[in-house]
């Protein structure tokens, strides 16, 4: 197995986001109409009219234009958090390929965000520090001396970053060894949250490890940090399916067969429950019992059969029951052909 590889069944993404603030404008929880929008007009010239990132190909989406599905499903595909569009004038900037996404008017005037697949902490944070580096020749950002860049809440103060991977880790969830994880983030400074971030569930066995704090500790000093923790994990999780394969190896497959079964063969099927089931379906690709099927199109599966863009997809009227039943459906036409 390739080093990537060793690491991707493990480490599904790498998220890096900087939270930046514009000098003189109110800060979004205290903002008019007028100065949100102001901050939203300098956002989009800084990007889509700056001739430094042209190559991006960005494009501007007001929140307040989208529907609760539309908005829904940006959620589910980590374009924007939830907050966004809780304050006047919010949308969202997103570049060609939807590796980059700059929140506008969330917590902050600007959240620039890099989302990448695999373990890339490194070259996330070079493309969100190039964007970064490309507004603030247009647009001044409130920083500090003392405190460094200033941010609505005390946690983003200094670097204004926030960055993690998210985990699949499945053999540690059956294992009960989350606290363990738990413990091992916190003496690191970092935090385990659920799929989509704080206050999130932890669908699928996926969990975002990340910083607390960004106030005296420099961009590259939680880069480490993150990626000392993301080995250490993927070690772990190693070690607990080999464990699980030597002393539990029917009982393992068993689960993860009869996952398959149910996947291929069910007319109902929740969320919550799909998700429980392509964790093991996931974690039987890894340890390759299934040759047919990839990571990839598992995870593009994730987020095919999230409520709201399944809904986009095939009913935006449709009822829980009516996806339930259309998401059975759906899930056996992606793994069977």
Known sequence: MSDEAYINDIVVTTRVRLARNITDIPYPIK????????????????????????????GFTSINTLNELNRRSMVERHLISPELGKYKQSGVI????????????????????????GLKLLEAYEMVNRIDDAM????????????????SCPSNLGTGMRAGVMVHIPALTISNRLPQIAGMANRFGLAIRGMYGEGSEALGDLFQISNQH?????????????HSISREIIKLEREERNSLLINQEDELKDRIYRAYGILTNACVISTRESMSLLSLMRMGVDLGLFVDITDAKLDDLIIKIQPATLALSYNENADDRSLNIYRASFIQQELLN
């Open 136 to 151: 603030q020749e247009v647009i001044p950002f409130s920083y500090s001396d003392k405190y460094g860049f200033l941010t």
């Open 31 to 58: 903002t008019t109409d007028e100065s949100a929008l102001l901050a939203v007009n300098k956002a989009v010239a800084a990007t889509e009219l700056n001739p430094e990132l042209a190559d991006d190909h960005f």
């Open 214 to 226: 960004s106030l005296g500790i420099t961009e590259e000093e939680i880069v480490n940090s993150i």
């Open 94 to 117: 997103i570049n060609a390929d939807s590796t980059i996404s700059i929140m506008v008017n969330e917590e902050d005037h600007i959240r620039i965000q890099c989302i990448l697949k």
